[in-house]
């Protein structure tokens, strides 16, 4: 095998483009490897687990977390070609998963199975991420007993924050966790200033977790990582007294109207909260008046054919600000992802047109 040096390139990660054209985010070994074993280390696992891995391996999850996560503890690794659920789940029964993971669409669809249940048996812990978590479905896991990881990261960064087994569960359906060991987190205005405790702004990371840059992209990359060496992710984050962070979503999918911020997150959560909704995307809907409105696109759960929006309406009134409540609906069969599970906002909004 040839020399390797640490600062050595080792991967190209594109980014997932729910949002924009994807870039290809260059990663050392260095970077790597650090990502990998701090999120095995946040997941408490050891050489006894067994994990399966049904995360595409063009996913930083896939490629970084799992397949190196496993080998920085030496435990075993369980690939799958393409993710089916009830092929996932007769191998939970083969092997005695003790590790499991994927984005919430992929976790839903393992809830279905019928064999769920008796599978998920010898489960330690299922770590989820790469999209927001909703709560139904971090409750839905704890009502089976099984420990929920939240881990937040992106492309540019294999690992950011996480959540503990042991925490308060709450924690998981209502934060990301606190920031993984030797990096540095802030929030930041849109001036680069450090803001308060509970205030919104934008997540800048530091540390040994940070893409060296953009893969000959050097204006990106300065526009992305500052002269002190702060990795502006483009997510909108606060940070509690604890150190807990609470993602509210994307700086671009911040919808404003009338001089109010709404953040996506927080309406999807309120919508996934409805018995009927399966899944939901909230985007910027263009209003001469407000400037921009609330829009929703829902799936439906199965069996389901219809519901009015008023339903809908009234349920979110009743749990969020009124400025709040989407008043713009369209009801999808299901949504145009990313190779990653990720839903393709860019699409969503296209159907407002």
């Not at 590790?99 to 976790?107: A, D, H, N, Q, W």
């Not at 800048?204 to 992209?217: I, L």
Request: glycine share 10%; aromatic share 6%.
């Amino acid at each position: 095998m040839p020399p390797v040096k640490a600062s050595d390139l080792f991967l190209i990660q594109f980014t997932s483009g729910t949002t924009g054209k994807a870039k290809g985010a260059a990663m050392s070994h260095r970077v790597a490897l650090n990502g990998a074993w701090l999120r095995a280390v946040a997941a408490d696992a050891d050489e006894t687990d067994v994990w399966i891995n049904p995360v595409p391996l063009n996913h930083m999850g896939g490629a970084i977390s799992l397949v190196l996560g496993c080998m920085t503890v030496g435990a075993c690794y369980v690939v799958m070609n393409r993710f089916d659920p009830a092929q996932f789940v007769r191998l939970m029964h083969l092997c005695g998963a003790t590790r499991i993971g994927g984005v919430p669409t992929m976790i839903y669809a393992l809830l279905d199975q019928p064999g769920w249940a008796a599978a998920a048996r010898d489960l330690r812990s299922v770590g989820s991420g790469g999209a927001q978590v909703p709560r139904p479905l971090i409750e839905r896991l704890l009502e089976d007993g099984v420990t929920v990881i939240v881990a937040f990261a992106q492309s540019e960064c294999p690992m950011i924050s996480s959540t503990l087994p042991g925490e308060a569960p709450v924690l998981a359906a209502e934060r990301v966790g606190r920031p993984i060991a030797h990096t540095q987190v802030k929030i930041c205005d849109r001036d680069g200033r450090t803001l308060q405790v509970g205030e919104v702004g934008e997540i800048c990371v530091r540390g040994p977790v940070v893409m060296d840059g953009y893969f000959r992209m050097p204006e990106a990359t300065a526009a992305t990582i500052d002269a002190d060496g702060f990795l502006h992710t483009g997510d909108l984050a606060s940070l509690d007294a604890e150190g807990y962070i609470r993602v509210h979503g994307r700086s671009r999918d911040v919808i404003i109207r009338g001089g109010e911020n709404i953040y996506p997150a927080e309406v999807e959560d309120c919508l996934l909260a409805h018995p009927d909704v399966q899944a939901v995307a909230v985007v910027a809907v263009p209003d001469t008046r407000w400037g921009q409105i609330v829009g929703a696109a829902v799936q439906l759960r199965e069996g389901l054919s219809a519901i009015e929006p008023d339903e809908l309406e009234a349920h979110a009134a009743e749990r969020i600000a009124h400025f709040k409540v989407p008043r713009r609906w369209r009801f999808v069969e299901s949504f145009p992802l990313t190779p990653s599970g990720k839903i393709r906002k860019v699409e969503v909004e296209a159907l407002f047109v």
